[in-house]
T-cell receptor
Framework: DAGVIQSPRHEVTEMGQEVTLRCKPI?????LFWYRQTMMRGLELLIY????????DSGMPEDRFSAKMPNASFSTLKIQPSEPRDSAVYFC??????????FGSGTRLTVV | GIQVEQSPPDLILQEGANSTLRCNFS?????LQWFHQNPWGQLINLFY???GTKQNGRLSATTVATERYSLLYISSSQTTDSGVYFC????????????FGTGTSLTVIP
């Protein structure tokens, strides 16, 4: 089991550019979560999917953020246009009913 | 959602000392997990422990779901134990979604 795989590990982009973060959950897990972590706000849940369906996106900061899960093995989080205040570490996690979370290694995003 | 309170917020230990971290929940949970975020930022699962007691080496955890709390014990601490410890829990109403505490920042001094 390769665990939850996120890419890229690091992303540096200019303000106004589109950023796409990717996540491959653990095979067989039925829930997928996107979190953002900053020093000021800690861990924030952005959105989560159950069986590929978005269940709660109330944590998505604004319309510049969007997430998709086209199938059980892939999800993306897109920021368009990016702003410096979006700089953070973005984590993806997956789980299965009755099991705990497994986190990916995160994507460190820097918007300059 | 549910509120998750962790204590203490910060802890400094001499290497070899023992410690207890606590997590309180505002509601009864049926899912509970402890994580360690190491200095490199990785979030590592320590225990999935909705009830009872588990042990893994120098670490052990106990959850008393009816009392809405969980404890993480670290014995004979080592410098590699440094980092932030998070607990997270969910209820039957929150599905697979867990709610996280703000963490306990642990520094182990050689």
């Amino acid at each position: 089991d390769a665990g939850v795989i996120q890419s890229p590990r690091h992303e540096v982009t200019e303000m106004g550019q589109e950023v796409t973060l990717r996540c491959k959950p653990i095979s067989g897990h039925n829930s997928l979560f996107w979190y953002r972590q900053t020093m000021m706000r800690g861990l924030e849940l952005l959105i989560y999917f159950n069986n590929n369906v978005p269940i709660d996106d109330s944590g998505m900061p604004e319309d510049r953020f969007s997430a998709k899960m086209p199938n059980a093995s892939f999800s993306t989080l897109k920021i368009q246009p990016s702003e410096p205040r979006d700089s953070a570490v973005y984590f993806c996690a997956s789980s299965h009913t009755g099991l705990g979370y497994t986190f990916g290694s995160g994507t460190r995003l820097t918007v300059v | 959602g549910i509120q998750v309170e962790q204590s203490p917020p910060d802890l400094i230990l001499q290497e070899g000392a023992n410690s207890t971290l606590r997590c309180n929940f505002s509601d009864s949970v049926n899912n509970l997990q402890w994580f360690h975020q190491n200095p490199w930022g990785q979030l590592i699962n320590l225990f999935y422990i909705p009830s009872g007691t588990k042990q893994n080496g120098r670490l052990s955890a106990t959850t008393v779901a009816t009392e809405r709390y969980s404890l993480l014990y670290i014995s004979s601490s080592q410098t590699t134990d440094s980092g932030v410890y998070f607990c997270a829990g969910g209820t039957a109403n929150t599905g697979n979604q867990f709610y996280f505490g703000t963490g306990t920042s642990l520094t182990v001094i050689p």
